[in-house]
């Protein structure tokens, strides 16, 4: 983290900070009909814009948009764009508790029947938070997707009506809070409705860091700098990451209750077997695989270590099944520059060459 200041004066400032950002009490949340989480009981979790650490200017953006809403009393639909892990659902409870509101959390795609069942239990000024909303779309670029009924969501956006077989029924005056990883499986009306449009961008090593600390507090816990860095190293900058390694970490901690180095590690290398980059085994057998099977050389004697993703799949024990690699193994590699999409294959760059090398021990 390079911050030049004791362990246990970062955390009194933090102790200081949460005293100074007490959580708005939670709203209660029906149980009916689509099971809502409405607010975690993940103490880890931020609940107030206070909490949040990192993503500025977000926070900055829908602070000052939920001002207005308290003085309208409603807030415009939102759209929160980034990738997984980056705080989606967070973000998206924290609105509704800065607003004090009753938050309804489902998947998409919804269905005609759960909307029609949500306005009966739902009241003006509700939150209807969608995970994974470009489910909902019925087109994307490359043409039909299994979905549900994207324009029923589009009426509903637009006039707080949906329509049904027995004509048009009036809907509460709710907001909608959609997130995705994808914004382009989403056609231009539907992104057209959402005039609150966050990007969450990936978080930076200090901050990861600061979440390790915070989040040791919210454990009950203390956590070393040199801990704390570690965690965020090895993160691929996803908070998700960093709340896992800590959960972890207050199973092995014995009753000093200090998280130091050493348990560090065994977090790391011997219970989720990542490298200090945060390297995955998946994603570690990507890159050795390449370089080890996958070499190629032309008549010309260039060389590459390029294979399809779907021998990659094979290779790695996915049995062929390339939407893992793509999303989940892939991306931190392509991020890193360690790997590049080429024609017919994934292809190692001369940065993968290195950390391949590496991994093996050359």
């Known amino acids: 983290m390079h911050r030049h200041v004791s362990m246990w004066k970062l955390e009194e400032e933090i102790r200081a900070a949460a005293d100074l950002a007490a959580p708005t009490p939670a709203a209660t949340v029906a149980p009916q009909p689509v099971t809502p989480n409405g607010r975690s009981k993940n103490p880890m979790r931020p609940s107030t814009f206070d909490e949040v650490i990192g993503q500025e200017r977000a926070v900055k953006m829908m602070r000052r948009m939920v001002d207005a809403a308290r003085r309208q009393g409603r807030m415009d639909h939102v759209l929160l764009i980034g990738a997984a892990g980056t705080g989606k659902t967070t973000f998206a409870n924290v609105i509704a508790n800065e607003l004090d509101v009753d938050c309804y959390q489902i998947s998409a795609p919804v269905s005609l029947d759960t909307l029609l069942e949500l306005r009966e239990i739902m009241a003006d000024g509700d939150m209807l938070f969608i995970d994974e909303i470009h489910m909902q779309a019925i087109q994307e670029r490359r043409g039909k997707s299994a979905s549900t009924e994207p324009e029923v969501f589009l009426q509903l956006l637009e006039d707080q009506v949906v329509a049904t077989p027995q004509g048009m029924l009036d809907y509460?005056?709710?907001?909608?809070?959609?997130?995705?990883?994808?914004?382009?499986?989403?056609?231009?009306?539907?992104?057209?409705?959402?005039?609150?449009?966050?990007?969450?961008?990936?978080?930076?090593?200090?901050?990861?860091?600061?979440?390790?600390?915070?989040?040791?507090?919210?454990?009950?816990?203390?956590?070393?700098?040199?801990?704390?860095?570690?965690?965020?190293?090895?993160?691929?900058?996803?908070?998700?990451?960093?709340?896992?390694?800590?959960?972890?970490?207050?199973?092995?901690?014995?009753?000093?209750?200090?998280?130091?180095?050493?348990?560090?590690?065994?977090?790391?290398?011997?219970?989720?077997?990542?490298?200090?980059?945060?390297?995955?085994?998946?994603?570690?057998?990507?890159?050795?695989?390449?370089?080890?099977?996958?070499?190629?050389?032309?008549?010309?004697?260039?060389?590459?270590?390029?294979?399809?993703?779907?021998?990659i799949a094979t290779a790695i024990g996915k049995s062929r099944d390339s939407k893992a690699i793509q999303l989940r193994v892939e991306p931190y590699l392509i991020d890193c520059g360690f790997l590049q999409v080429g024609h017919g294959g994934r292809i190692l760059t001369d940065a993968g060459i290195e950390r391949a090398r590496l991994l093996i021990g050359e």
């Open 172 to 311: 509460p005056n709710i907001t909608i809070v959609g997130a995705t990883t994808d914004e382009g499986m989403l056609p231009d009306p539907f992104i057209a409705r959402f005039p609150l449009r966050p990007r969450l961008e990936r978080y930076e090593r200090d901050d990861l860091g600061m979440m390790a600390v915070w989040n040791a507090y919210k454990l009950g816990l203390r956590i070393t700098i040199e801990a704390a860095d570690m965690f965020a190293k090895a993160a691929r900058y996803t908070p998700r990451e960093v709340n896992n390694y800590m959960k972890n970490a207050a199973s092995l901690v014995d009753d000093t209750g200090i998280v130091d180095e050493k348990i560090a590690e065994e977090v790391l290398f011997d219970l989720n077997g990542v490298t200090e980059d945060g390297l995955t085994p998946d994603q570690q057998g990507m890159l050795t695989f390449l370089y080890r099977r996958a070499r190629r050389e032309t008549k010309a004697g260039d060389v590459t270590y390029q294979a399809s993703i779907s021998t």
